[in-house]
């Protein structure tokens, strides 16, 4: 299965920044996906991340605050935009690779402040 | 869209029991049901999973069954170990709505040594 290496893996940042999450895969996959996971939650998915076109976002996420970036098949871009201590939570890269099933990075862990 | 409810949402053994996650799913067209295993600041792993044409699947001391009538899908441990002490997630994938994976609330299992 595909080794995603995420990064940063955690960041603490003031209100108002916006922070850009790296998600980068040993191998070229068609499904790419960004998830969120607020603490002690479950996981909730933000949007896909579509090569070569606009991310599919899911209900309650826009491309303003959360914008993606897709510019090949083994890379991606989440960016959490003007942040607000209700964004903290733990951000998570996906892949989807047919009969492999679908592989997460180690997540983001990101504080507002 | 998919629901996916899993209970018990916390579930506390003693070591060497076994150990039993349920969870429903209400869309039929749903194809493919992985379970995750996340530890504490760690993205999820997936541990076992389990496609519609197949009725269960073992790994060792790790089983998942699946009845497609009922729409629903356990998950089973046995002879748990406290290593095995982690927060479990059951998912479904949507294949009619990107092949995107909708996950369980999340179950707590705590191993007692």
């Known amino acids: 299965s595909a080794v995603i290496s995420q990064k940063p893996s955690r960041d603490i940042c003031q209100r108002g920044t916006s922070l850009t999450i790296q998600c980068q895969v040993d191998s070229q996959v068609t499904m790419m996906f960004w998830y969120r996971q607020q603490p002690g939650q479950s996981l909730t998915l933000i949007a896909t991340a579509n090569q070569g076109s606009e991310a599919t976002y899911e209900s309650g996420f826009v491309i303003d605050k959360f914008p993606i970036s897709r510019p090949n098949l083994t890379f991606s871009t989440l960016t959490v935009s003007n942040m607000s201590p209700e964004d903290s939570s733990i951000y998570l890269c996906s892949v989807g690779q047919g009969d492999y099933g679908y592989t997460f990075g180690s997540g983001t862990r990101l504080t507002v402040v | 869209g998919e629901n996916v409810e899993q209970h018990p949402s916390t579930l506390s053994v003693q070591e060497g029991d076994s150990a039993v996650i349920k969870c429903t799913?209400?869309?039929s067209a749903s194809n493919y049901f992985p379970?995750?295993?996340?530890?504490?600041?760690?993205?999820p792993q997936l541990i076992i999973d389990i496609r519609s044409n197949v009725g269960e699947?073992?790994?060792?001391r790790i089983?998942?069954?699946l009845n497609k009538t009922a729409k629903?899908?356990?998950?089973?441990?046995?002879?748990t170990q406290p290593e095995d002490s982690a927060v479990y997630f059951c998912a479904a994938r949507t294949v009619n709505a990107g092949n995107m994976l909708t996950f369980g609330g999340g179950t707590?299992?705590?191993v007692k040594p």
């Open chain 2, 108 to 110: 707590r299992l705590m």
């Open chain 2, 63 to 65: 089983a998942v069954t």
């Open chain 2, 57 to 60: 699947k073992k790994d060792q």
């Open chain 2, 25 to 27: 799913y209400s869309d």
């Open chain 2, 35 to 43: 379970w995750y295993k996340q530890e504490l600041g760690k993205g």
């Open chain 2, 72 to 79: 629903h899908f356990s998950l089973h441990i046995t002879e």
